[in-house]
């Protein structure tokens, strides 16, 4: 109908490493080569910054665990429960703001969100002992507010870079994950030792998110464009000749919300990866609830600290499980982005050896930080963070992988998906498995602090059974990746 329809760019939703396609150039438009590029990194400094944020409001409880399990008097079930609580309210809105941000303005759901979870945070310092209830309902409605960013946030980076430079910003977009993670042990342990009151832990990540909604709302445009081949720029002799696109253009018809769900169920490239990373999730989330106490408790057993039975307790594990989270994951993260740059160039099936290989050694070295704490913690503190290292590798390879093998139409949908059935099976039941099984091993033996720790140590074994699994499943993916990624492209 439009005859000058073949002269125009294909529609927006081809893949962002697309083959480039004859584009009419415009010799009249043009900009600075520098000025877009600039501001597209620093909307990546801003979404990063929003992302160090939302995983210290993630990991401030399991900081101050002793603290909050002595203050609310709670068992270690239901202490367990805690991040279950929070980790169900955010895997069930994240196909809700899935669905939202591949239709509407990605920019007003990451502002809301950012607003109301560190709201929710603040109001949770306030409760008294008596409402506990409260408390558990507080850490449900941040983890739906995190929701919204943890969904939305990648897709806007992998908009604004083609696919050499997605991987890297993608990379330093998820080092924020264990750097969070670790600070929030970190703040939440060091406030609590200085003020003497661990409430003062949550009442300073939502000034932080006030800072990270002024850069949101200056920095990140209402709209961004898919980088595909033909709206990509033009590089000729320093300037960039933008591509002409007339309004007649027709575009790809949008799915429904249905039929993208099963065009997902069928990508088993996606599915592998999912279960994948749904086992380093049960892992992460055992382990950030619960090492910090796990410790504690080998160090009573072994003399080296005192029992804590009071409500202000050492916090000198979390401060150095924190440490441990943000150097092993910084260094992991970079080393799965360089590895994967590197091996792809020998294998296309590189992604998810990398990963298989990373879970293999990560539960191998985690198993045996287990059997060495009842005698020595030094040896302890460093397979903890060998296992950590290896799980942090996975990180932005994984994202990477599903940025390649789905079309960016239904990225943010892809991604809602993954949170909800990786969190599903995984961090959202694992602290609180691990506590009833250790709740159930102490009731079938006498109260002492020596049955305390092998309950403990007994109910983390179905991490390393979990972690071969994961392994297991990205050696599945690597079956399948190449022909996903073809499809994809077309």
Known sequence: ENTGLQSQPPPEEENYGATAAHVRQDPFVSVSRNSPAKRDYLIVAALCYANLINFMDWFIVPGILLDIQQYFK???????????????????????????????????????????????????????????????????????????????????????????????????????????????????????????????????????????????????????????????????????????????????????????????????????????????????????????????????????????????????????????????GVLGVIAGAEAARRLRKISNKADPLICATSMFISTLCLYIALMVAQTNILSTFIFIALGELFLSVNWAVVTDILLYVVTPRRQSTAIALQILVSHLLGDAGSPYLIGIISNAIQAKNSHSFQWSFWSMQYSFIVCAFVGVFGGGFFLLTSFYIEEDRKEAEQ
């Open 74 to 328: 709670l068992s270690d079930g239901d202490t367990g429960l805690l991040q279950t609580v929070f980790i169900l309210c955010y895997m069930l809105a994240a196909p809700i703001f899935g669905y939202l941000g591949d239709r509407y303005n990605r920019k007003i759901i990451l502002g809301a969100g950012i607003f109301f979870w560190s709201g929710v945070t603040l109001g949770s310092s306030f409760i008294s002992e008596l409402y506990y209830w409260i408390f558990f309902l507080s850490r449900g409605l941040v983890g739906i507010g995190t929701a919204s960013y943890s969904t939305v946030a990648p897709t806007i980076i992998a908009d604004l870079f083609e696919e050499g430079k997605r991987t890297t910003m993608l990379s330093i977009f998820y080092i924020f994950i264990p750097v969070g993670s670790g600070l929030g042990y970190v703040l939440a342990a060091g406030m609590a030792d200085v003020t003497g009151d661990w409430h003062w832990a949550f009442r300073i990540t939502p000034c932080m998110g006030g800072l990270a909604l002024v850069l949101l709302i200056l920095l990140v445009p209402h709209r961004t464009e898919r980088r595909t081949a033909a709206h990509r720029a033009l590089s000729i002799s320093g300037t960039i000749r933008v591509a002409a696109e007339k309004p007649g253009v027709q575009r790809t018809a949008k799915t429904t919300w249905c039929q993208d769900i099963t065009s997902l169920a069928k990508n088993w490239s996606f599915v592998w990866s999912s279960l994948g990373l749904t086992a380093i999730a049960f892992i992460t989330g055992a382990l950030g609830m619960w090492i910090p106490l796990f410790l504690y408790r080998a160090q009573v057993v072994q003399g080296i600290v005192s029992p804590c039975l009071q409500e202000s307790c050492n916090s000198s594990n979390s401060l150095i499980f924190g440490g441990i989270t943000i150097g092993t």
